[in-house]
């Protein structure tokens, strides 16, 4: 099963690459261009649409009358939790791009600073090497959240991925490493490393805090940060769900989703290098350290690096399996490791021929 998984990440390379799934973003160009701060901007925004979504999941029920009868009449659904989850998900955390992605992008209320991949630290990354960056040049804006840099595409970290990790922890009733586990596992095979050739660990910061979120929705489990037993934005008053508390991002935003402090990995020393090339400093002393002291995971420590093995599909498997009491053989193992390698090898190849083929036009 972890195999075809594995497999199945691989062939979704190409599919992911023509549909733009993964972006980027930038801190280290263009960086003397100051922004204003959407923090408030943002803020409503988001507490609107968890109005709207608990407006909805109030909504009455149409229910069809008994057979003998004609017509339906309206039913309360009274606190549906499956419903409001439904609600806010539909508001808050389309996949592919967010919501609040896509408005901080597009919002001309919102100041950013846009660095084109032109002129970014990824600009001589050949296709091959980056299929879903360079053939797309998708590059999230930077905007200032909590007094803190961050790309937009953080925000769809934040709802989207925050909810997957939501469920596959069963509400935070599970084990947390299957969530933190699934954010690794993204960021090595189909929204990092094998098509961006970037492992971002921002990314990672952005979707932990948004479990924090989606777990504050309801507030039936403590914090997974603080353990502190949290009050909720929403609860069941009269039979309806009420908005009790409004959103903030003040709990959750910090240096660790700023990709200069909490620096990025790439795939290989070949991007890593490409990548130095354009002012790339990281600014590790910032990192909030004691903040996510039992979650190291979240942090890179060390700066900008080549993915190490621990990180590869073939490593992160073996404890995707271990999480789900499951065994996987030594030759599965192998046999993912051997794809990873036969296709960086095929990339390495192309990109030196598409390098050469460069050169001999200059």
Not at 152 to 168: A, I, R, V
Not at 244 to 269: G, K, M, T
Not at 302 to 330: F, H, M, R, W
Request: with cysteine; glycine share 4%.
């Amino acid at each position: 099963m972890i195999l075809r998984l594995i497999l199945t990440s691989f062939l979704l390379i190409p599919l992911l690459t023509a549909k733009s799934y993964s972006a980027e973003v930038d801190h280290f160009s263009l960086s003397h261009i100051d922004i204003q701060d959407s923090t408030q901007l943002i803020e409503t925004e988001i507490n609107r649409l968890m109005v709207v979504a608990v407006d909805r999941a109030n909504q009455p029920i149409k229910k069809v009358m008994p057979k003998h009868s004609s017509g339906r009449f309206p039913k309360r659904p009274g606190c549906n939790e499956t419903r409001l989850y439904k609600q806010l998900k539909w508001q808050l955390a389309r996949p592919v791009v967010g919501q609040l992605e896509t408005f901080a992008e597009e919002s001309e209320y919102i100041s950013k600073r846009r660095v084109p991949f032109l002129k970014s630290i990824y600009q001589d990354f050949f296709w091959q090497e980056s299929p879903s960056l360079v053939l797309s040049q998708r590059m999230a804006a930077i905007i200032k959240v909590n007094s803190i840099e961050i790309g937009t595409d953080k925000l769809g970290h934040f709802f989207t991925e925050g909810l997957s990790y939501f469920d596959l922890t069963n509400k935070l009733t599970s084990d947390i490493n299957l969530g933190l586990h699934f954010g690794r596992w993204t960021e090595s095979l189909y929204f990092g490393a094998q098509t961006t050739g970037v492992y971002s660990y921002a990314d990672l910061a952005a979707n932990f805090n948004g479990l924090r979120y989606w777990n504050k929705i309801l507030a039936k489990q403590p914090d997974p940060l603080t353990h502190n037993i949290m009050t909720p934005y929403v609860a069941c008053q009269d039979k309806k769900w009420v908005v009790v508390e409004e959103f903030s991002f003040q709990p959750y935003v910090d240096h660790a989703w700023n990709e200069q402090i909490n620096c990025s990995l790439y795939r290989n020393q070949q991007l890593l290098n490409k990548a130095k090339r354009h002012q790339l400093s990281c600014l590790v002393k910032k990192l909030p350290t004691q903040k996510y002291s039992e979650l190291p995971s979240l942090l890179n420590t060390k700066g900008a690096d080549v993915l190490p093995i621990e990180l590869q599909p073939e490593n992160l498997a073996q404890e995707k399996a271990e999480l789900e009491k499951t065994s996987l053989s030594e030759q599965t193992t192998q046999r993912i490791k051997d794809i990873r390698i036969a296709l960086e090898e095929w990339r390495a190849n192309a990109a030196k021929k598409a390098a050469l083929k460069l050169n001999l036009a200059n």
